[in-house]
């Protein structure tokens, strides 16, 4: 038995075996097959030890040619290959390991599947750091990061206590004859796998001669929650030294969390039409991400993005809701942008909340954008 020598083709018993076992793990979806049933399809077909040699080599000619087209970016194959590879040797944690990650970098395959064979692994081997870190990676939603360039001369600004990234656009001291300040204007990105929905930070200003700081509130539940990789715009002004400040530091702490899920749906198209004239050259989406409707207020959550190449320094959108008879609830005013912010960039992403006090129920919105410059 074996691999025949002038053909290349393995002999019928293991062809045999090969046979079974992937039918078996096709039949038993939602149980992995141990090594001992392996070993007694073994002894059923009547295998020897060439044999068991030869599946072997079928097990890692699977690897190498899933590492192939991982190598061409053909990621369905790889995953065919190593789902065969894993499917005659079950027990290996490395080929598990392989195929789970296939699954995660593969936008059409389900995270939580490669989340199942990282926990099989773990129950193996649970010091495998590997596993670890990509049911971390799978807990994370995939998401583009926001991370624009501060303007010129912007002092080195960081964030402490917490995986948030601080995105300065602008963040400089001004001195007067009588008084300085600190101007900041920027996001505070969500970089931990949680969704945030409030918090605080110390800002300290650090000069040659010590630290001087300030307590300042970035984020309140009136807020839509902030998803991972999203980036929260702000604004802060305050009093500063008059000696030279050299660097920044927001230090974070008072974060409150949900566990976030590991995809969300993507937002509900939400048409809108234009009140002033339309400026050429100006796109803009908006989606919905959710509404609801309690205690006497109608909230919806809107994500807008600018699609145009210009950068927009105020954006207002005027939500009207309306009740199904078509009396009007009530309106809203939606701003992106403005004092409150820095200025709305090409490709930027906000998420804001609409809400309107009524008794009546909301049935239907209407979103036009009332202000543009």
């Not at 059409?108 to 990676?137: G, I, T, Y």
């Not at 660097?247 to 509900?268: C, D, G, L, Q």
């Not at 009740?323 to 930027?348: M, N």
């Amino acid at each position: 038995m074996g691999v025949n020598a002038e053909s290349g083709e393995m002999d019928d018993p293991v062809r045999e075996y090969i046979d079974r076992v992937l039918r078996l793990q096709d039949e038993r979806r939602a149980v992995t097959l141990t090594q001992a049933d392996l070993e007694d399809i073994a002894r059923e077909v009547g295998l020897t030890d060439d044999d068991l040699v030869a599946v072997h080599a079928e097990v890692q000619a699977h690897r190498a040619r899933a590492a192939g087209f991982r190598r061409h970016d053909l990621l369905d194959d790889a995953i065919i290959q190593l789902r065969e590879a894993l499917a005659l040797a079950p027990t290996d944690p490395d080929i598990a390991m392989e195929l789970a990650d296939a699954l995660v970098s593969s936008p059409s395959s389900d995270p939580n599947e490669a989340r199942e064979l990282a926990l099989k692994v773990l129950d193996l081997d649970p010091n495998r750091d590997d596993a670890f870190a990509l049911v971390a990676k799978i807990r994370k939603p995939k998401t583009t990061l926001f991370a624009p360039q501060p303007q010129l001369g912007a002092l080195p600004t960081t964030a402490t206590g917490a995986d948030i990234t601080v995105l300065p656009w602008v963040s400089a001291q001004a001195v007067y004859e009588d008084a300085a300040y600190y101007n900041f204007q920027g996001w505070f990105r969500n970089d931990t796998a949680h969704e945030l929905e409030e918090f605080e930070a110390t800002l300290l200003l650090k000069t040659d001669d010590g630290v001087v700081d300030d307590q300042c509130y970035i984020m309140s539940t009136a807020h839509p929650p902030l998803r991972p990789g999203e980036a929260l715009p702000h604004v802060l002004t305050t009093s500063a030294p008059r000696h030279t400040v050299r660097s920044v530091e927001f230090r974070m702490h008072s974060i409150a969390t949900v566990p976030a899920p590991t995809k969300y749906p993507n937002p509900k198209p939400c048409p809108y039409s234009w009140k002033i004239d339309q400026p050429e050259g100006i796109t803009l989406t908006v989606g919905e991400r959710a509404r609801t409707q309690a205690h006497g207020h109608f909230y919806l959550a809107l994500v807008m993005t600018n699609t145009s190449e210009r950068t927009l320094d105020v954006l207002e959108f005027k939500v009207t809701g309306r009740s199904a008879d078509g009396t009007v609830c009530g309106e809203s005013l939606v701003r992106v942008g403005g004092a409150s912010s820095p200025p709305f960039l090409p490709g930027e992403q906000r998420q804001n909340k609409a809400w309107i006090a009524t008794t009546l129920d909301v049935v239907d919105v209407t979103v036009e954008v009332v202000t543009l410059r």
